[in-house]
Each structure stands twice: as C-alpha cells, then as structure tokens.
C-alpha cells in the first residue's frame, strides 16, 4: 500500500508542478520512505526539499525539512549528523519558537539512542516546559512519557 502511494508520488514529480507542489511532494516522499525504512532515498528527497527552501528564503520550510532530515538520520543510524541537523533547525527557528519543543523532542531521542541520557533529559525537560506552555495534552503526554523512559534507563545503568 505504502509503495503504491510512494510510486504515485513520484509519478506526480514528472508533472508541471509548482514550487509549493514539489516541496509538498519530496518532503511527503521522504517521510514515507524514511517510514518504510529507506532512509537514504529520504534523506534524497528531503535534501531536494531543504534546497527549495533554502532558495526561497523559507526559514520556517528550512526547519520542519530539517526536524524531518534529522529523524531520516537517526533511522539511517547517523545520530550525530542528525544531531546537527537538529541543532541547525533550532537555531534557524529563534523566530519560530512554535517548533522549538519539536526539535528538542527529537534531539532528546536521538541522545537518548546515543546513551547520552543527561543531555537528552534535558532537551526533554525543556520540550515538555514549552509545551506546557502551548497547553497541548497530547504534546505533553509524549514528551513526558519520552522522559519518563529516560529515568528507567538512567535507574537501569
């Protein structure tokens, strides 16, 4: 099911597409490969898509792409490539602090698939502070179910 819709997509990239329709198309592209476990013919994708955002001068396109360019990382087991994408995506977004506790759940993730524990708790700590902040009960229950986790590995080792 997930090819077919990939297939699909990639038919869609042969068409006049506008620039907003070929950012949507690779970045839908590279999530769904990075899903289906391919995470170099995503990070190919996504790639494309920080280029165009990049080039238009689109800071908050430039750091969703590079949330979903470290995630890509992280499967392909490229944690600290990912990690600097993360940071990147956080200091592009000090105007866009609406992605901010985004960035630091996965960042956290990705430390804590490092054994890095005291850094991912806390750039948990600070992404469930500022999704407090937001009010987002589904936000704060992943985040605090993320530092949660750390606690037991940290009372495990």
Same mark, same amino acid.
């Given at each position: 099911? $997930?090819?077919?819709?990939? $297939?699909? *997509? ?16 690779? *970045? ?13 013919? &995503? ?24 949330? #979903? ?9 490229? @944690?600290? $490539?990912?990690?600097? &994408?993360?940071?990147?995506?956080? @200091? ?13 759940? @996965?960042? *956290?993730?990705?430390? $804590? ?6 850094? &991912? ?9 500022? #999704? ?13 179910? &993320? ?11």
């Amino acid at each position: 099911m $997930m090819k077919n819709i990939i $297939m699909e *997509g990639e038919k869609l990239l042969t068409q006049n597409n506008n620039d907003n329709d070929l950012y949507f198309l690779y *970045g839908t592209l590279g999530n769904l490969y990075r899903i289906i476990e391919q995470p170099q013919k &995503a990070l190919a994708f996504l790639n494309s898509c920080l280029d165009f955002a990049q080039k238009n001068g689109n800071i908050q396109k430039e750091v969703i792409t590079l949330i #979903r360019i470290g995630e890509a990382l992280k499967y392909d087991n490229q @944690h600290l $490539m990912a990690i600097r &994408a993360f940071n990147e995506a956080i @200091h592009k977004c000090k105007d866009l602090e609406i992605y901010e506790d985004f960035i630091l759940q @996965h960042k *956290g993730k990705c430390l $804590m698939e490092l054994g890095k524990l005291e850094e &991912a708790e806390r750039c948990l700590l600070k992404s469930l502070k500022l #999704r407090k902040i937001k009010n987002d009960s589904s936000l704060i229950d992943s985040t605090q179910k &993320a530092i949660d986790y750390v606690y037991r590995l940290k009372n495990i080792l």
